[in-house]
């Protein structure tokens, strides 16, 4: 797989932005942002709406997705390309969900909203429509998600690659620091997991990494990118970003997204637990 099979850059979405077949679609942490300004014709997705199951933990499940994408005017066939701001982070996250209900056809819009502000390109606040689709979704694709049994038994035997920051990752913090310190009830990390924070995978305009650096990142941080491997964070949305570098970028097969990740974990009973970095 190569870069132009996952990664579209901003001169191509400029060049596409009318095109009927292809959906460039808005996903952020700030789920306001896209009502202040958004790109020519990009539709938008509400992570904490839109894919998650309004009663329990979970995503909605296939029919919810089908009825989702149908209602934003996706096609089976139709070209997703997605974006938000900080770095994709939860542009990466709709990716990773999207892949999950096996829609092939969706890419990243390298460097996001951030690479596409600082070359300052338009930005409009009309809000598109679309017609209405008969979208097909996939069942659940189970190779790239993980669940908690899955992460204890890969303590010493997998690769575990918490994404989250130094501070969460030893034990200081429950979240980023911007938000409440809250939803899960011991801090901490995953005993044998390595700590590489899911925003060394991008340049400082928000596109990412070279593939030989981000290669030497992973290797330089003891990973072997031979081994199975389980990427976590909070909630799966900066470890979805590194599932992305890992398995859409550079090709390592048998990489999951836990995305019950720390705010799960964290809160079970009786599992093992580490504080302290792991340097």
Not at 212 to 227: G, I, P
């Given at each position: 797989m190569s870069r132009a099979d996952v990664l579209v850059d901003a001169d191509w979405v400029e060049a596409h932005i009318d095109d009927p077949q292809v959906a460039i679609v808005e996903v952020d942490e700030d789920t306001s942002a896209y009502e202040k300004n958004h790109i020519k014709n990009a539709i938008r997705i509400d992570w904490t709406k839109d894919l998650q199951d309004p009663v329990r933990r979970d995503f909605v499940d296939q029919a919810g997705f089908e009825k989702l994408l149908s209602e934003k005017g996706i096609a089976n066939d139709t070209l997703v390309v997605l974006y938000g701001g900080n770095n994709n982070w939860f542009a990466s996250y709709a990716y990773w969900y999207f892949k999950l209900y096996g829609h092939e056809n969706v890419k990243l819009l390298d460097g996001g909203r951030k690479k596409w502000e600082l070359d300052s390109r338009d930005l409009t606040d009309v809000v598109p429509t679309r017609p209405a689709t008969a979208y097909v979704a996939k069942p659940q694709d189970a190779s790239i998600r993980a669940f908690r049994d899955d992460v204890v038994a890969a303590i010493g035997n997998q690769n575990i690659v918490d994404v989250r920051s130094p501070d969460e990752f030893s034990g200081k913090l429950l979240a980023p620091a911007h938000l409440p310190q809250e939803q899960s009830q011991r801090p901490g990390h995953v005993p044998s997991s390595r700590n590489i924070p899911w925003s060394k995978n991008a340049n400082d305009d928000g596109?990412?990494?070279?593939?030989?650096?981000?290669?030497?990142?992973?290797?330089?941080?003891?990973?072997?990118?031979?081994?199975d491997t389980i990427a976590l964070c909070r909630i799966g949305e900066r470890s979805a970003l590194t599932w992305f570098v890992l398995h859409e970028l550079l090709g390592v097969e048998n990489v999951k997204n836990y995305d019950g990740s720390w705010t799960e974990y964290g809160s079970l009973v009786g599992v093992p637990i580490e504080l302290g970095s792991n340097k």
């Open positions: 596109t990412f990494k070279s593939d030989e650096a981000l290669k030497a990142l992973y290797e330089d941080e003891q990973v072997d990118l031979s081994k």
